[in-house]
């Protein structure tokens, strides 16, 4: 495993920590740019006016692949991308099976007009970022981008193409993205379903939520993460430990917390340290009962902000 570094309060692992191998990439996706919200769009084999089965088929795919084969890169391709974003890999996503209506899922009005050619499509649960964001030829070694050839509308898959590209990627180092995350509330159930603007949720106060709350907290005692996620902690703070949101110190373990940053409770999924962060149990306690919503905590600069008042 290699060295986490941290780097402004986020950790970076490589690639092949969160992508096993070859196989669990279901391809690659052409963007115009980085993400700004956790959708991916897709255009339309259909009547678009009449929302038939084709018109939602390259988003339906998707989320029928994305429950096997889970994770897909993106790469800055197509006539709106930057020229300083050609043939670069931008990020690696991780899709859930809920798709429908790009208008329902994208919450920004200017983003909904640019995406009017993309109309249908599915939500992603994990955005990671491609630290140095690797041109294919000139960092990879691909002698082309042919990788790209028809991935503009949907998530293509080449095998020996993607084999070769988890090759050259599975060292490199990606930080996951905190500022883009699934709508607030959702959950993602593991099936694949069709939606409108009313995603999938799960209401904590709901006897179902309750025992789902009782499954996360057990699985977050997991003492493997536990003691990296403090022994990485401790190693960056001179041998301390250190609440990463109020800056309380101490060189006791049990005074801290190991806090899921998505709860588990949000839908199924494979935790690594790089999930959680160190909090004292005050601060660990104000990112759950101060949000508005249990399946979608304050992060750690807004429970620093309440805690520092």
Same mark, same amino acid.
């Not at 249908?120 to 960092?139: C, Q, T």
């Given at each position: 495993?290699?060295?986490?570094?941290? /780097?402004?309060?986020?950790?970076? $692992?490589?690639?092949?920590? !969160?992508?096993?191998?070859?196989?669990?990439?279901?391809?690659?996706?052409?963007? *115009?740019?980085?993400?700004?919200?956790?959708?991916?769009?897709?255009?339309?084999?259909?009547?678009?006016?009449?929302?038939?089965?084709?018109?939602?088929?390259?988003?339906?795919?998707?989320?029928?692949?994305?429950?096997?084969?889970?994770?897909?890169?993106?790469?800055?391709?197509?006539?709106?991308?930057?020229?300083?974003?050609?043939?670069?890999?931008?990020?690696?996503?991780?899709?859930?099976?809920?798709?429908?209506?790009?208008?329902?899922?994208?919450?920004?009005?200017?983003?909904?007009?640019?995406?009017?050619? *993309?109309? $249908?499509?599915?939500?992603?649960?994990?955005?990671?970022?491609?630290?140095?964001? +690797?041109?294919?030829?000139?960092?990879?070694?691909?002698?082309?981008?042919?990788?790209?050839?028809?991935?503009?509308?949907?998530?293509?898959?080449?095998?020996?193409?993607?084999?070769?590209?988890?090759?050259?990627?599975?060292? *490199?180092?990606?930080?996951?993205?905190?500022?883009?995350?699934? +709508?607030?509330?959702?959950?993602?159930?593991?099936?694949?379903?069709?939606?409108?603007?009313?995603?999938?949720?799960?209401?904590?106060?709901?006897?179902?939520?309750?025992?789902? *709350?009782?499954?996360?907290?057990?699985?977050?005692?997991?003492?493997?993460? %536990?003691?990296? !996620?403090?022994?990485?902690?401790?190693?960056?703070?001179?041998?301390?430990?250190?609440?990463?949101?109020?800056?309380?110190?101490?060189?006791?373990?049990?005074?801290? /917390?190991?806090?899921?940053?998505?709860?588990?409770?949000?839908?199924?999924?494979?935790?690594?340290?790089?999930?959680?962060?160190?909090?004292?149990?005050?601060?660990?306690?104000?990112?759950?009962? %101060?949000?508005?919503?249990?399946?979608? +905590?304050?992060?750690?600069?807004? !429970?620093?902000?309440?805690?520092?008042?």
């Amino acid at each position: 495993m290699m060295d986490r570094v941290a /780097d402004r309060g986020m950790t970076v $692992v490589a690639l092949g920590e !969160v992508v096993n191998a070859a196989d669990q990439l279901m391809g690659v996706k052409a963007v *115009w740019g980085r993400s700004s919200e956790a959708v991916m769009c897709f255009g339309s084999r259909g009547n678009a006016a009449l929302k038939d089965r084709g018109h939602f088929s390259q988003a339906r795919t998707t989320a029928e692949r994305a429950l096997n084969q889970p994770y897909f890169l993106t790469i800055g391709g197509g006539e709106q991308v930057p020229d300083a974003l050609q043939g670069r890999v931008l990020e690696l996503v991780r899709a859930t099976g809920i798709y429908g209506e790009t208008t329902a899922f994208v919450r920004d009005e200017e983003l909904r007009a640019r995406l009017a050619q *993309w109309p $249908v499509a599915i939500i992603v649960s994990e955005v990671y970022s491609v630290r140095g964001e +690797p041109h294919l030829v000139e960092d990879l070694g691909f002698p082309n981008r042919r990788i790209l050839a028809n991935a503009y509308d949907t998530v293509i898959r080449d095998d020996e193409e993607i084999q070769r590209l988890w090759n050259a990627l599975q060292d *490199w180092e990606v930080e996951r993205r905190w500022d883009v995350m699934p +709508p607030q509330g959702f959950y993602d159930h593991g099936r694949v379903q069709q939606c409108g603007s009313m995603y999938p949720t799960l209401s904590t106060a709901s006897p179902e939520g309750r025992r789902i *709350w009782t499954i996360s907290r057990e699985i977050e005692r997991d003492p493997r993460l %536990k003691r990296e !996620v403090k022994a990485l902690n401790r190693a960056k703070n001179g041998g301390i430990l250190v609440c990463e949101a109020c800056k309380l110190s101490d060189d006791l373990a049990s005074m801290f /917390d190991a806090h899921h940053l998505q709860p588990l409770a949000a839908g199924k999924r494979d935790s690594r340290v790089d999930d959680l962060v160190v909090l004292c149990p005050s601060c660990h306690r104000c990112a759950h009962m %101060k949000a508005d919503d249990k399946l979608s +905590p304050l992060s750690v600069e807004e !429970v620093a902000a309440l805690m520092m008042r």
